[in-house]
């Protein structure tokens, strides 16, 4: 998706309808990305150590996530 219409998608003004059909037509498929675990430290805010940014020692991607 370009830079302009993931912009449109996150505009509270773009109606929740037209973003997802935005996304589900110029959005990438998840084949595209290559996936990893990560941490759960990842996902809490109060986590900010540098070492959150390093690779984890199992450097294989995740499973199938979808």
């Known amino acids: 998706m370009r830079p302009s219409s ?3 998608t996150a505009d ?3 109606l929740k309808e037209r973003a997802e059909q935005m996304v589900l037509l110029q959005g990438e498929p998840t084949e595209a990305f290559e996936w990893f675990k ?3 430290a990842i996902g809490n805010v109060r986590d900010q150590s540098p070492e959150l940014i390093k690779p984890s ?3 294989h ?6």
Not at 61 to 66: M, N, R
């Open 12 to 14: 509270p003004a773009t």
């Open 38 to 40: 990560v941490d759960r």
């Open 57 to 59: 020692a199992a450097e």
């Open 61 to 66: 991607p995740a499973p199938d996530l979808f």
């Open 6 to 8: 993931a912009a449109l």
